[in-house]
C-alpha cells in the first residue's frame, strides 16, 4: 500500500516562498501521477498543481498559475512543488495524491487519485 508523506510545511510571510515535498517510504513516485491539493478551513479541498508520470507537462490551478512549480526529482522519486509569493489566502493544508493509471495529470478531479498524503500544514501570516 503505497502511503504518501508531504513535508515542508510552516509558517511564511506573505510574500515568502516554500517548497513542500512529497515521498513515499519504499517506494519511488516516478511512474505516479502526482497532484496537489490544498484544503483551508471551512472550505472544500481545491487542486492547485500536478505533474503525470511521463505524458504532457505539469499543470496548475489559475490561483496560482505563475507563482507555483511542480517538478520531479527522478533520482530520488519525490515530488516537489515550490511556491513563491505566497498569500495569506494560500494558507492552508496541502496534500499530496498520488495514482498510477492516470495518463496525464488532473487538478480538477480529487477522486482520480487513489492515494493521498495526511497532509502538511501552511500558514501565510505576518
Known amino acids: 500500500q503505497l502511503q504518501l508523506v508531504e513535508s515542508g510545511g510552516g509558517l511564511v510571510q506573505p510574500g515568502g516562498s516554500l517548497t513542500l515535498s512529497c515521498a513515499a517510504s519504499g517506494f519511488t513516485l516516478n511512474y505516479y501521477a502526482i497532484g496537489w491539493f490544498r484544503q483551508a478551513p471551512g472550505t472544500e479541498r481545491e487542486g492547485v498543481a500536478c505533474?503525470?508520470?511521463?505524458?504532457?507537462?505539469?499543470s496548475y490551478a489559475d490561483i496560482v498559475d505563475g507563482r507555483f512549480t511542480v517538478f520531479r526529482d527522478r533520482t530520488k522519486g519525490k515530488v516537489y512543488v515550490q511556491m513563491n509569493n505566497l498569500q495569506p489566502e494560500d494558507t492552508a493544508v496541502y496534500y499530496c495524491?498520488?495514482?498510477?493509471?492516470?495518463?496525464?495529470?488532473?487538478?480538477?478531479?480529487?477522486?482520480?487519485?487513489?492515494?493521498w498524503g495526511q497532509g502538511t500544514e501552511v500558514t501565510v501570516s505576518s
Open positions: 495524491a498520488g495514482d498510477l493509471t492516470l495518463a496525464g495529470c488532473t487538478v480538477s478531479t480529487a477522486g482520480a487519485y487513489a492515494y
Open positions: 505533474n503525470g508520470s511521463s505524458l504532457g507537462g505539469p
